[in-house]
């Protein structure tokens, strides 16, 4: 997996105006990558495929492009990358055209609000207690008595 590190923020930045100037699909494309899944670049009003853009910047950083296999998945992947740089990452909704009323435009991107906790139901469980008998101690040889309390040794 490509380390990053070469990549600067005006790499990323040469890599976003190749994006606007081809248009999405044909620089998706012409680098091998599909339509963002989970996270994009916002940057000057405009959302970027996060992994496209940073795949290419490392081209321009290095000589050899990252490929999308070569990422690490979700918050784990392009995004710490990309803010290190100061771009502004964020999460995307997949299905915007089921989040909205029919006859409504849909935009081309929507980000996603931060996901509410579903309550979970806990269950309390309760477990017997058992408590242990004391060790008794044979007063003359003061080994541990057998369960019977008799001593085998001094009997």
Known sequence: MPTFSAVTRDHVLTALTEYDKVG????????GFGPSRE?????DGRSYDSKAILGVAHGFATGTPAHSEEFGIGRTGTAPIL????????????DAKAALPA???VPARTVKAPAKRAAVKREVVKRKVVQERPVIICPGCFQQLPAMGNCDNCA
């Open 24 to 31: 999405p699909e044909q620089f998706l494309s012409d680098h």
């Open 39 to 43: 996270y994009v670049i916002w940057h």
């Open 83 to 94: 803010e290190a740089l100061g771009f502004d990452v964020r999460a995307e909704i997949l």
């Open 103 to 105: 006859g409504t435009a």
